[in-house]
């Protein structure tokens, strides 16, 4: 059987079903099948059974829905002309044979619904005298007459037979239902229609959806819809949910106590009645300056109350901190708290306790608190130590104060203030030197003490007669005869075109002559070569005496491999054609050099040490600066300025001069990281990061104080900038090629790209607003910058970066 289901809604729409289409919904939800306004989503369904329909309210639904002005509670069957009404709709439902119509109203439209009335004609019968109609009842001869006891009778057994017949179809129809429920419940409810019957701990219903609610004291309630199958093994088990437990708390002090199970925050005091999940927790109570309770307790649930009672112990102590002498500001933990002697409550464990006052040291101490335990501590504080920073001419004295082994000069020594030092200087050569220094509380000093010289003579003679003498890197014009000379170590160098050089060192002795004669043996393997080749291979040494180094270059790789650690964009690989030779400064050039050129020039100063010291590398300079002092340079040795002032800047004059210059990019690499190499450098030591011994001035625990980050565990003793060559020289001979100071380059900064690569002797951009900045400095720390080939750049003047001369010969 096919039945059409037309549905005339509220707004006038028609919509058709059909028997596929049920069950039916009837709400307020766009998706329903019968709409009605001011009610749930869903408030109730239409359904089939054997072929009629009954409706059914929702479960839950809060929308008050009458059958036939019968509020709807129960499964009710449908009959033609039934209504279905709520606060504001009425539904009206027609059968006709295979044909349903149901219509939706509102409350104030009900008089839509067609009222039924009877046939005008009267019903059959006969006519009385008035003229008004009257039945007339028909008369069946020879009937029995059957008692009214008896009808009913014969009622009461055809209702029998029909309740039993349709308890048979139930019995026949019906799935068993069986729910296993833990613990055993007060009351369980199952409710649908047509309605389950208990039978035992079993439910006999018709297959079909059910509602089941099961209640029991101390649990959650559970209610769930579950699905009647044709099969026989309907079975569902339910485990009731303890309800949360309450913990009562009684603890002093009573407020503010946090309760944490595990790392889980399960309420603060107040309220001292928490709710608590059931079953065994380990409880932490927390209140400031008390110490945390600990304990472990197993929550039965069901609204049960368990209590926990306790005394929290204090976790704090008083301390006294006292000083010689007294008045010193005390900080604790970073706090400012006063100046001692001073009283103060502290929690239990370690803190630090720092101590100032001034022209003393600083006193830090690390004290460990132990809660109900006072203590008091006492501070001997120590006057601020001078500092020295100790010159001499010559340079490299050996240093002796209070009979003390102290380097060599230049040297910065940290002394005793208040207390008179006998400072001893000893040089090879050189009268020793005794001077008497006392230093005030933080005083800064600088000292330079000359030595006398002790000389010797030489009697020198050479085979052949004009050959190139050149004694400690100094060349003499006309030497042979008789030299006085210093009485210490002399590296002779003794040269001739077409000759084998002979190097020897000699020691002239205070108040004896020697007489050393030397002949040169002709170099068969190779052509004689220019005398004034020759001396370009010398090292050469400034109007300054600066000294100059020769270089022959090679081609070789600037930058980095890809995977290089620490590697930056800017690094990357290319070949670089090195053709022409060059001399290029083993050190850096420092303040009493620069101030030769610019007397007012001060390298400054940085978390208070110097940085303006005579043997430090000059700082705080601009690239002009160094250009203009490179200019000036060059005319104090004759020779032709490399640079042109143009406006405010310079630029390097065309063709190239041999005045003093700043490297190129190119060779600062070069000496860097290939000469005297086999391979290129990495590191300017030998092995990765970081550096096990120490090999320059980098940042160092010295300057963790003043700088933001350093190398563990490496320390140089130096905080800021150190005098010049305080650390052994790289493979080529050069000093400070990394630490110290950066260096500006002579190159314009800008990115490699192709177009830059396998370049001859290259000068770098011919325009830009920066300057190449090259080398590690006293505050670089990381794997990025201590590498050979990290690249800076910068137009300003900085308190890290110097630089170095260079030229062609």
């Known amino acids: 059987m096919k039945r059409f289901i037309t549905v005339n809604q509220l707004d006038g729409t028609e919509q058709q079903f059909t028997d596929a289409d049920l069950p039916l919904t009837v709400g307020s939800g766009s998706d329903s099948h019968i709409r009605i306004p001011e009610s749930d989503i869903i408030a109730a369904y239409i359904g089939d059974a054997q072929g009629h329909l009954f409706i059914q309210a ?3 639904t809060a929308t008050s829905l009458f059958h036939n002005d019968r509020l709807l509670t129960e499964s009710v069957w449908l009959k033609s002309k039934d209504q279905l009404s709520s606060e504001s709709s009425v539904v009206h439902y027609e059968l006709s044979g295979d044909r349903i119509v149901f219509s939706v109203f509102t409350s104030s439209s009900k008089s839509a619904i067609p009222t039924l009335l009877p046939p005008e004609d009267p019903p059959p019968g006969r006519m009385a005298d008035d003229g008004s109609s009257e039945q007339i009842p028909v008369e069946i001869t020879g009937a029995t007459t059957i008692s009214k006891g008896k009808k009913m009778a014969i009622g009461a057994i055809c209702l029998s037979f029909l309740l039993l017949g349709c308890a048979v179809l139930f019995v026949l129809s019906a799935r068993p239902l069986e729910l296993e429920i833990t613990p055993d419940p007060d009351a369980v409810s199952v409710s649908g229609f047509p309605p389950a019957i208990r039978i035992g701990t079993r439910y006999l219903g018709l297959p ?7 209640k029991k004291k101390g649990y959650v309630t559970f209610e769930q819809d579950v699905a009647v199958d044709k099969t026989l093994n309907n079975r569902f088990s339910v485990n009731l949910e303890k309800l949360p437990g309450i913990l009562h708390l009684l603890v002093t002090p009573a407020d503010g106590v946090a309760v944490y199970s595990g790392e889980e925050l399960i309420g603060t005091t107040p309220p001292n009645k928490l709710k608590i999940a059931p079953g065994l927790h380990r409880l932490t109570l927390f209140k400031e300056w008390y110490q945390p309770f600990k304990t472990e307790i197993t929550i039965e649930g069901k609204e049960e109350v368990q209590n926990i009672e306790t005394t929290l112990q204090p976790d704090w102590s008083d301390i006294t901190i006292t000083s010689d002498p007294t008045g010193a500001e005390v900080i604790i933990d970073d706090a400012t708290l006063g100046s001692t002697p001073l009283s103060h409550k502290l929690l239990s464990g370690n803190h630090a306790i720092l101590l100032k006052k001034e022209s003393f040291s600083d006193s830090l101490r690390t004290i460990t608190v132990t809660a109900g335990s006072d203590e008091t501590y006492n501070f001997n504080l120590q006057l601020l130590p001078g500092k020295l920073s100790l010159a001499s001419t010559p340079t490299g004295a050996v240093v002796s104060i209070d009979e003390q082994y102290k380097g060599t000069t230049p040297v910065d020594l940290t002394l005793p203030s208040a207390v008179e030092h006998g400072i001893k200087l000893s040089s090879p050569g050189f009268t020793p030197l005794e001077y008497q220094l006392m230093l005030s509380p933080g005083e800064k000093k600088e000292l330079r003490l000359n030595l006398e010289q002790e000389r010797g003579v030489v009697y020198l003679t050479t085979t052949p007669v004009n050959a190139i003498i050149t004694i400690n890197g100094k060349r003499y014009s006309n030497a042979q005869g008789r030299l006085t000379l210093p009485t210490a170590p002399q590296k002779l160098l003794v040269s001739s075109p077409g000759y084998k050089s002979v190097s020897r060192t000699i ?18 393997n190779i052509a ?28 070789f790789t600037m930058g980095a491999p890809r995977r290089e650690p620490g590697r930056r964009a800017n690094e990357r690989e290319r070949l670089v054609i090195m053709k022409k030779p060059f001399y290029i400064s083993e050190k850096l050039v420092t303040n009493r050099e620069y ?14 040490h110097s940085l303006n010291g005579d043997t430090q590398p000059v700082v705080t300079i601009t690239w002009n600066d160094a250009v203009g002092y490179l200019n000036w340079l060059s005319e104090q040795d004759n020779l032709q300025p490399f640079y042109l002032k143009k406006g405010e800047t310079f630029i390097a004059v065309s063709p190239p001069t041999t005045g003093y210059r700043l490297p190129t990019e190119a060779e600062w690499a070069f000496s860097a990281r290939q000469v005297g190499s086999p391979r290129t450098q990495r590191y300017p030591w030998s092995g990765g990061f970081p550096p096990r011994t120490v090999i320059a001035n980098f940042a160092d625990e010295s300057a963790r104080t003043i700088l933001p980050m350093v190398i563990n565990g490496y320390n140089d003793t130096y905080p800021v900038t150190s005098p010049v060559g305080s650390f052994p020289p790289n493979k080529g001979g050069f000093y400070d090629m990394s630490g110290n100071a950066s260096e500006w380059c002579h190159d314009y900064y800008s990115a490699y790209t192709s177009t830059l690569t396998n370049i001859a002797d290259p000068l770098g951009p011919s325009s830009g607003s920066h300057n ?16 050979l080939s990290y690249r800076a750049y910068h137009k300003e003047a900085r308190n890290n970066v110097g630089f170095r001369i260079a030229r062609y010969p």
């Open 58 to 60: 929702a479960p839950h």
């Open 208 to 214: 079909g959806n059910y509602f089941i609610t099961i």
């Open 507 to 524: 020691m002239p002795k205070f108040g004896f002559s020697q007489q050393i004669s030397i002949d040169l043996t002709p170099d068969s």
């Open 528 to 555: 004689a070569a220019s005398s004034e080749s020759i001396q370009q291979k010398i090292p050469l040494k400034t109007a300054s005496g600066q000294k100059l180094l020769y270089v022959e270059p090679s081609p």
């Open 595 to 608: 101030r030769r050129f610019n007397s007012k020039h001060d390298s400054g100063e940085f978390g208070g």
């Open 772 to 787: 190449v900045i090259r080398g590690s400095n006293w505050k670089d720390g990381s794997v990025t910058e201590l590498r």
